[in-house]
């Protein structure tokens, strides 16, 4: 059976390779060394040291294996392919019926950050965007009910 791919801007591609490799050549050193001092404490039975390095190592070499699995899956969507619509990767500006104007980065479902305005092309608004043009005309599904808004602009992310 063929996994599944994870969409990634090419932003979030490349922060997951950088965090791998700071966890293989960096991190995974220091928890060696942590180690290392912790054993030359004496006995391990009760050396509190040694049990903090044991569960750092066991949580690098977790996110590792996870890291891993996450850039093996991903698929990079190219944020140049389509140029006059609204896609993954792409910055919009929506304005709502009251007025109200809002800015948006659309990213993969891993790289959400609502709290600094990225979010998903599978959120409501991600959803009710992608695939239209400027100026046109949007409703999106809320739990609250419908929302109209106009895409005001849109323009791809610096990657």
């Known amino acids: 059976m063929e996994e599944k791919k994870i969409k990634y801007t090419v932003e979030g591609y490349e922060k997951l390779q950088e965090e791998l490799n700071y966890l293989k050549n960096v991190r995974r050193q220091e928890v060696k060394e942590l180690l290392k001092e912790a054993r030359s404490f004496g006995d391990l039975s009760e050396n509190s040291e040694y049990d903090e390095a044991r569960d ?4 690098v070499e977790s996110r590792i294996i996870e890291l891993e699995y996450l850039i093996k899956n991903a698929e990079v ?28 980065d659309l ?11 990225k979010i998903s092309d599978r959120s ?10 400027k100026g046109e005309t949007v ?21």
């Open 56 to 59: 750092q190592q066991a949580k």
């Open 77 to 104: 969507i190219d944020t140049e392919v389509v140029k006059n619509i609204v896609s993954l990767g792409s910055t919009v500006v929506i304005k709502y019926k009251d007025g109200i104007e809002k800015q948006y």
């Open 107 to 117: 990213v993969g479902s891993n790289e959400v950050d609502p709290f600094n305005g």
């Open 124 to 133: 409501p608004i991600g959803m009710a965007v992608i695939g239209h043009k």
């Open 139 to 159: 409703i999106i599904e809320t739990r609250s009910g419908e929302k109209e808004a106009v895409i005001v602009d849109f323009f791809k992310t610096k990657n």
